[in-house]
């Protein structure tokens, strides 16, 4: 009878420390950061789909340039994060330079899709400490899809009105040459903890 006991109280400790210690642990790291990105990119991409059927490739240009920050800034304060696009191959370095986090998390994302990973499972994230406090860092990485071929294609797949539209806009532009499938960059996560 005491065996029986003994067992009971051990069962009942171990499935009381297991909530315990669930309810301590604290909730993954990316959930928030994985929604502001899914909430950015449905919105980007519908933005761009609607202007391209609207005005043509050229004239959505602008999404990108213009309204992706705007969109950003709303989806950041919606999840109260910090979200920038970040690449290697920038069209905007002001907007678009990866810090060395950001650098670290591409080249991890990139080695990884090298590697066979399915586009949909490149993400990384790590809680780092920061002045501010503990800082959850996520980055999703970016692949090339058909859509963005029109502006970021080859030079051979890229129209010339899209060509003359992206050298006034973008006098420096580094952001072609893909080709479908790459490795673009990612959308860059903050979120202070």
């Not at 304060?77 to 330079?97: C, D, G, L, W, Y």
């Not at 080249?107 to 090298?114: I, N, T």
């Not at 030079?155 to 003359?164: E, L, Q, S």
Request: glycine residues 8%; positive net charge; charged residues 25%.
């Amino acid at each position: 009878m005491q065996r029986h006991i003994t067992l009971s109280t051990l069962a009942a400790s171990l499935i009381l420390a297991g909530h315990v210690q669930a309810a301590e642990a604290p909730a993954e790291p990316a959930a928030v950061p994985r929604q502001a990105v899914g909430a950015l990119i449905k919105t980007l991409v519908g933005e761009l789909k609607k202007d391209i059927d609207s005005v043509g490739a050229e004239g959505a240009i602008t999404v990108c340039k213009d309204k992706a920050p705007k969109i950003a800034g709303e989806i950041a304060r919606q999840h109260n994060v910090q979200i920038k696009r970040v690449t290697f191959k920038n069209r905007n370095p002001e907007r678009s330079t990866p810090d060395e986090w950001e650098t670290k998390a591409l080249r991890e994302l990139e080695k990884r899709l090298a590697e066979g990973a399915s586009p949909a499972s490149l993400e990384y994230t790590e809680v780092v400490d920061t002045p501010q406090g503990k800082t959850v860092r996520y980055m999703k990485g970016l692949v090339v899809q058909e859509l963005c071929m029109t502006c970021h294609g080859t030079p051979d797949t890229i129209p010339a009105g899209v060509k003359a539209k992206l050298q006034q806009e973008y006098p420096n532009d580094k952001a072609t040459g893909y080709l479908p499938n790459q490795f673009r960059g990612g959308v860059s996560i903050k979120q202070l903890l």
